[in-house]
């Protein structure tokens, strides 16, 4: 429900900050004053269009301010509040602003939370439904007569969407089932060959990296043979240092008792002959680990050779070539067992398929019926009126296939025919601008129990009409806002009557000022604005009594 509203520069309105209330309010005032501006300045709240003739003269900028009380919104705008992270604590009032420069550019705010304008379009039919003579969206608009009547239905749309949703998925899952299998018979061949060549190959994991080190230690060996082998001989034969240093520890061994010098000299002589022992040991070993063997080396290079023109083959690494030959083996067992995997992902279908068209059907049969009702409650509407050569009827026919979906596989659409034997043909094209305001109220007064948007507001809808004809409107505009919040423009005093409240735009000039100003009436203001109503422009004591009839009436 909108709460308050709050403008500041918006063309004629210098500063004007307004309360609402819920059930009818009504507004009035001479044409001209500045009713569409109060209109406009709200549609920009709602994410219309910032356009910079909206800013009044002489100003940088322009702003509005919207207010409404939140725990009493629509579930969808909850919904879409949480989608866009936009936080409103429970109590709180939803405060939506606009805000916009003289020379273009705009930014709006939600709880003072940065938003785009996108979102307050998305929340706009949630928020605020409006119906005047040209409008082209709610109730005229064909998009959204098959939600309206499946509300008037009280229909389950949840299941709905749930068994079409398990239906397309069963048949994307056989689909992308069948595409894989099709595509896995096509490389069969290939496949074979390749797994074939992988198993000859039988490449292990880490084999690279134990390869590359075996090929490097040859290759070092290679470039020091000559060192090594010049080393060995130092080593080699009767006359080698490490037999002259034996031949001299033996020698000192037999006189060393002679002298403690001769002793230490020994032992000196001993430790030289163990460390160039150890000395020798350890080139004899390098000499085997870094020995060069050319053939050995040979199958290194080929078999590292090997495994990386695998690995470029087929687009990976050496040590994911084992993966590659598991991922072949379930590719072709997958060929193997398709058919039976196809079998139960089509019986998944089927099924899908029996679930969907029946809960459709069921659902076809409850829009006939809804759609029969409705009619009829229409039909009640039409002759208070003014509309009693009119008739009213919902279309419910069958779409192609193609066009099913979550929403079921019917075509829904409101259609009109404004004269007795007239053909039937869409509300938005046959009723003239009085006639499709009415017909609107007579479709809402029918579809008032099943929910809409919080505020719902009526432009003008009595243009044209008059006496029990505006206060068949001003009746059924009653009605509808009876527990809810209804906002009507209006010219009839039949109609302003049944406000619950009353504001009245006025404009006024002060030399080349222009001001637009609206006031919320008391009692007192309500019989002279009516009675103005009435009388024109000068009030008459017949038309304040004719006022005060009007309201006792009510």
Partial sequence: MLTALAIRNIVLIEALDLSFCEGLGVLTGETGAGKSILLDA??????????????????????????????????????LLNEAEVDVEPGEPLLIKRRMKADGGSKAFINDQPVGAALLRELAPHLVELHGQHDDRGLVNPRG???????????????????????????????????????AAEDRDLLLAHLAELTTLEPQSGEEEQLAGARATMQKGERLTDDLTELAKLWAGSDSALAGLRSAARRLDRIAGEHPLLAEALAALDRAVIETSEAETSL????????????????????????????????????????????????????????????????????????????????SAKRRTAAVKLDAAVAQELA???????????????????????????????????????????????????????????????????????????????????????????????????????????????????????????????????????????????????ARMLSGAEVTPEARAQADRLLERV
């Avoid at 998944?348 to 969907?356: K, M, N, P, Q």
Wanted: glycine letters at 10%; one cysteine or more; a negative charge.
């Fill in 384 to 530: 208070p009126l003014k509309l009693d050569a009119a008739q009213f009827r919902t279309s419910v026919e069958p779409l192609g296939e193609e066009q099913w979906g979550p929403g079921g596989t019917d075509k829904v659409e409101f259609l009109i025919s404004t004269n007795p034997g007239a053909p039937f043909g869409p509300l938005n094209k046959i009723a003239s601008g009085g006639e499709l305001s009415r017909f609107i109220l007579a479709l809402k007064v029918a579809l008032a129990e099943q929910g809409g948007a919080a505020t719902v507001i009526f432009d003008e809808i009595d243009r044209g009409v008059g006496g029990a004809v505006a206060s068949a409107i001003g009746e059924r505009l009653a009605r509808l806002a009876s527990g809810g919040q209804l906002l009507a423009v209006t010219h009839s005093p039949q109609v302003a009557a049944r406000g619950q409240q009353h504001y009245v735009i006025a404009k006024s000039s002060e030399g080349t000022v222009t001001r637009t100003s609206v006031h919320l009436l008391d009692d007192a203001g309500r019989q002279e604005e009516i």
């Fill in 145 to 183: 007569h098959r939600a309206l009547v499946d509300r008037y239905a009280g229909a389950d749309m949840a299941a709905l969407a749930e068994a079409w949703t398990a239906w397309r998925s069963a048949v994307d899952a056989l689909a992308r089932a069948k595409g894989a299998i099709a595509q």
């Fill in 42 to 79: 709200l549609g920009l709240a709602l994410g219309a269009r910032a356009e910079t003739g909206l800013v009044r003269s002489g100003e940088d900028q322009a702003s509005v301010v919207a207010s409404f009380e939140f725990d009493r919104l629509p579930a969808p705008i909850r919904a």
């Fill in 284 to 363: 004899e070993r390098a000499a085997d680990a870094l020995a060069h063997d050319p053939a050995a080396l040979d199958r290194i290079e080929l078999r590292l050779f090997e495994l990386r023109a695998a690995a470029r083959k087929h687009h990976c690494q050496v040590d994911d070539l084992p993966q590659r030959m598991r991922a072949m083996r379930d590719a072709l067992d997958g060929i193997e067992h398709g058919e039976a995997e196809l079998a139960a992902l089509e019986a998944a279908v089927a099924a899908g398929a029996e679930a969907y068209h029946a809960k459709a059907e069921a659902l």
